[in-house]
DNA sequence: GGGAAAACTTAGCTTCGGCTAAATTCAATT
DNA sequence: AATTGAATTTAGCCGAAGCTAAGTTTTCCC
């Protein structure tokens, strides 16, 4: 399928999808939360919504929120898969440090053409996660299923492994890549600190190791 | 350097840039060779020229065309580079055809970071020439010499290097291709048509064969 | 159930980079 | 030197996508 969007436009879309996705019960979307994630102001958020409720990729009730429609829901997976393809071929084939690759893809992903995508697909072995540990979504348009449980939510003395992490923050991915926090990599929560305090958790590799990790971090890190 | 400039601002830069390159003699470029290069209006060209005055990229004589400064002509050099750098990752790491890298590479040079542009470069060894023959400028700025002769300038019985192929048009380059026309190749002129009739030529791997070029197709081939 | 606060929309403005139509300037020929 | 035709610029408009400020609605709490 051809884009004919704007790059405007797909973002909203992606990030509609994003916070759908995220949410634990499907429903419609909040202008304001579209517009915090893209960070923009809400009067231009309503305007996106509005157009693209017109062109028939989102349903927008006035003061409801939005919702994808179907073919909204399609173009904002293909931007998915462009960011995630370029993600992991970057990493792989470019060596661009994981914690950079995010940018890189944000700008490349509606540029991407279609030729492109297959080629980099193929060379990839058509990979079903990007470096990050989150699902691509196939050209049909696929999910593979995530966890929605973050380490933030462990309890003492559980182990669990990392599934994916929150890939938009270059500063906590070197931090969590510099203790061990990586996909695939065994956790096990020691101790919960008071309230909302550090969680104190020993990666498997390095059981020597208790590294602390703020709430902020501990969320980024969803487990399964 | 940053290109702090716009795509539409950049590709004004690559069309002076280009056109002053193909001119005999230096001296300011018309804006309606600009606008027509772009496939814009004139009076869009006036506009945007105007603005790259004020910002000086470029010096601008109202009713007698525009120059690249410095300053213009350092930006126009590093799309450029990104563009050349990026048919030839396209063609020799992706296996995109030959006649289709252009297109690509059009969108890609303005979104290329500086660091994607290194990484390419370091892994293609950073090369002098793109897969049409046509010179990379260097990090520094500086481009390596090319011929100005075409295959259409060529006399009875001449033999000649093919050094560079024109590549914006892809038909052009899958029928060169097909007749073995690509940069390295010794072709031999046999003959000459009437006036502005076909050239007949003979490429130095298939002696048996002499294929006939139209005029434009000869005067998208230059030789050394 | 009434208000205040929060969420959302509307109105109106800005910048970009196009466009057409109407001047204006330049060049070339008589 | 005047005139005509080509080249160029000016004027004014458009659609995208953003913004702020000023309304509306909705929600939530007492």
New binding site residues.
Partial sequence: MVLT?????Q??LKAIHAIEWEAPEPGPV????V?ER??????????????LDSMGLVV???????ELTDAGRKIALEVVRHHRLLETYLAEALGVPWDEVHAEAEVLEHVLSERLEDRIAALLGNPEWDPHGHPIPGKDGSMPAASRRTLWDGGDGERVAVERVSDDDPEVLRYLAGVGVTPGAEVEVVRRGPVAGPLFVRVADRADDVEALSRELAEAVWVS
């Fill in positions: 969007t704007t790059p405007a436009a973002d909203y909040s202008t304001t939360a517009a893209l960070g923009v102001s809400a009067a231009s958020a309503t305007n996106m919504l509005k157009k927008q009730v006035p003061y409801r929120g939005a």
